[in-house]
């Protein structure tokens, strides 16, 4: 319960109540972890103006953006508010997270002693990253806005607006304001947990292989004179990597093939896709390996050790390091 007139040191964060959506349950679980709220802060979940008017924070409710009053609501029809670099109209939780998303991800770092938690250019990058890869289609479900212009080919519904969803009572379950309130608890849980395992590997393994990516990218030409292949010294996150440092080099969008050795101790080489999420290839292995395995792909390939090409030929495999060179420089020629 909500006190009437509450007490100094609490902070109430305004929402409303009946059935929620993956985005207020976002908005109020990151608020939950900035250092102004996670201590002392408490949740009102009500579509009242006056029990609303006395929160300290309002969001998804109310018909009111004004960052000023703490106001953050995204339903008003004249509401056109994207994050800046973006196109996507955004919710509440993306209105929180673009008032309140840098101290949320310092604070998550800071909690977890990351040698990153005062680095403002990683924070920024984290940022940047976390709205593209995580918050960016909870806007965009959230605003009605599909993901594609035309037919889609299948449906997903494993989106962590889908799963926040199924949280609410179904139509032949109590939908007490108990019950709902209870379930939005579990909503709040379960976006908070996800929103800071994305910050927590974005820092512990996705950044850190950025220096791998950049050693290979160096040292390309004496992989091949051709530069199109990467030798990467480990297995790691290399996609977005490539990408980015692609675009701030004269790499010009050269490598075709990426090597590695993978966890079982044999090595992978991997076509370079046309962007970090593509399925398509800038050069995928040659049609002749694709769908063989081990002694009939050694005989095409023409040397033995060969384990696997992939049907659509995206990836495939060798025993030895030179094996996958050699299987990555023919597929060059081919």
Known sequence: TIPTVRPEALSIIGTHDGSFHC????????????????????????????LLSQANIVVDVGAVYDPATHRYDHHQREFQGVLDGYNTRLSSA???????????????????????????GFIEICFQKVYKDFMEHVDAIDNGISVSDG???YQISSTLSSRVGRLNPSWNE?????????????????????????????ATSWW????????????????????????????????????????????????LYALYQDTAGSWRIQAVPMDPHSFNSRKKLPDVWCGLRDEA??????????????????????????????????????
């Open 23 to 50: 985005d207020e349950a976002l908005a109020v679980s990151m608020l939950l972890l900035h250092p102004n709220y996670k201590d002392s802060s408490a949740i009102l979940r009500t579509r009242n103006p006056a």
């Open 94 to 120: 993306g209105l929180v997270y673009k008032h309140f998303g840098h101290d949320i991800i310092r604070t998550i770092l800071q909690q977890l002693q990351s040698p990153y938690a005062e680095d403002a």
């Open 151 to 153: 037919p889609l080919r």
């Open 174 to 202: 109590l939908q007490s304001p108990e019950v709902i309130n209870e379930r939005f608890q579990e909503a709040m849980m379960l976006t908070c947990s996800e929103f800071i395992q994305h910050v927590y590997e974005l």
């Open 208 to 255: 850190p292989a950025r220096s791998i990516v950049q050693d290979a990218l160096d040292k390309r030409f004496e992989v091949d004179p051709s530069g199109k292949l990467l030798l990467f010294s480990q297995v790691a996150p290399w996609k977005d990597h490539l990408f980015e440092l692609e675009d701030q080099s004269d790499a010009s969008k050269l490598a």
């Open 297 to 334: 792909l050694s005989e095409k390939v023409g040397i033995p050790g060969c384990i696997f090409v992939h049907a659509s030929g995206f990836i495939g495999g060798h025993q030895t390091k030179e094996g996958a060179i050699y299987m990555a420089k023919k597929a060059l020629e081919l």
